[in-house]
């Protein structure tokens, strides 16, 4: 690859920002991927822009991602520039508007989840307790109307700021982006959130504190987080659990090379160490063949896969 066109870039980022040949095993909950051909972190929207608008002028492709806690990436790696948007901090900002019942605040795509729930507790703000435990971005957690224990991001959030695919910048407001069950225009139309309005109501801080203590348990007793994954690795089907399934058909712990179904919650492939994008998918696709062959039920993949083919 000729470093050299990357020269631009460099030049419109912080010193070090810009890396090459960055294993994207190394920014993905599940330690899976090869190299992305240049791999940049930002957080401010003017940066992100920047990114953007280089890749746009010099025809080199971006591929956006928030925090790679849903991304399986081919080992082959990533062509052109992976874009990740994360890191901006974790407090919460001042509200934009408050009343006696609520407040609106606008929080960075690049926030985490969980700091961004913390935080709102904290301030005494109610409806972002069940957010607590996913490890992606706010970015990440609306293209993926990220939800869990009967709340999904779509009941708290009001609009986002969003680029389109030419780079126009517009506000969509939450009906407008379609949130659906892992679902929204975000991911249909490849938008790209620079940042998100919430309204919150007035809650209590000490109660909001102890239901996300409650909720991270509940988590860690039932779900593999002591090893890499990427979360559900199928989406739910209608009437149905993808974990029960996956039960049913015999195929608790079942292994493909170093990746495997877990044994803690079936729902979930989990990288034992070393685990390849391909053994992935190819257990996946076993998974896929064998539930159907049992329950007549079609699996549909969760897990985003990027990277070349
Ligand atoms: C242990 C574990 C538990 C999990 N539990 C849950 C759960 O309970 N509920 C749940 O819903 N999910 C869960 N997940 C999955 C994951 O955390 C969520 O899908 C999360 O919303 C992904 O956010 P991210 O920032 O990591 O996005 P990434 O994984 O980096 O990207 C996911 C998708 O979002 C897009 N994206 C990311 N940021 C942006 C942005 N700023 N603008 C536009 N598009 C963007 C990417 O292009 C990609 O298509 C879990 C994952 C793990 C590893």
């Known amino acids: 690859m000729d470093k050299s066109v990357f020269k631009e870039l460099e030049s419109l980022l912080p010193d070090g920002a810009v890396l090459y040949d960055e294993p994207m095993s190394a920014h993905t ?13 930002a957080k401010e929207p003017e940066a992100i822009k920047a990114v953007l608008a280089f890749g746009r002028k010099a025809d080199i492709p971006v591929t956006v991602i928030g ?39 606008e929080v960075s795509a690049g926030m985490s989840l969980s700091a961004f729930s913390k935080a709102c507790a904290k301030a005494g703000y109610t409806g972002t307790e069940t957010l607590a435990g996913i490890p992606g971005s706010v970015g990440g957690g609306i293209a993926m109307n990220a939800g869990a224990y009967g ?21 969509l407001t939450n009906a407008e982006l379609e949130l659906g ?17 919430f309204e919150l109501k007035r809650g209590n801080a000490e109660e909001s504190l102890a239901k ?4 991270n348990k509940k988590r860690k007793d039932k779900q593999p987080l002591e090893l890499p994954s990427g979360g559900s690795t199928f989406k ?10 996956i039960e049913d058909a015999g195929l608790r712990g ?18 034992l160490g070393g685990a390849t994008c391909a053994e992935v998918l190819t257990l996946m696709d076993e998974v896929k063949k064998k539930v159907f062959e049992n329950s007549g039920v079609g699996l549909e993949p969760e897990l985003r896969m990027i990277g070349r083919k």
């Not at 990740?84 to 974790?90: L, N, Q, R």
């Not at 709340?151 to 506000?171: C, H, P, Q, Y």
């Not at 679902?183 to 620079?194: A, C, D, F, K």
């Not at 079942?254 to 990288?271: D, L, P, Q």
């Open 254 to 271: 079942f292994r493909f090379g170093n990746a495997a179904v877990s044994e803690k919650h079936c729902g979930f492939v989990v990288n």
């Open 181 to 197: 069950y892992r679902r929204s225009r975000v991911l249909s139309e490849g938008l790209i959130v620079l940042s998100a309005e």
């Open 212 to 215: 996300i203590s409650e909720l």
């Open 29 to 41: 909950s599940f330690r899976i991927g090869g190299p992305a051909d240049v791999f940049v972190t």
């Open 67 to 105: 925090n790679g806690s849903n991304l399986l990436v081919s080992d082959k790696g990533v062509e052109g520039i992976v874009l990740s948007i994360k890191g901006a901090g974790t407090e919460l900002p001042a509200p934009i508007y408050a009343d006696d019942e609520k407040a609106v605040f």
């Open 236 to 245: 739910r089907p209608e009437g149905y659990f993808a974990g029960k399934l």
């Open 151 to 171: 709340g999904e991001i779509k009941d708290v959030l009001k609009s986002a700021r969003v680029l389109d695919k030419d780079l126009n910048e517009k506000v």
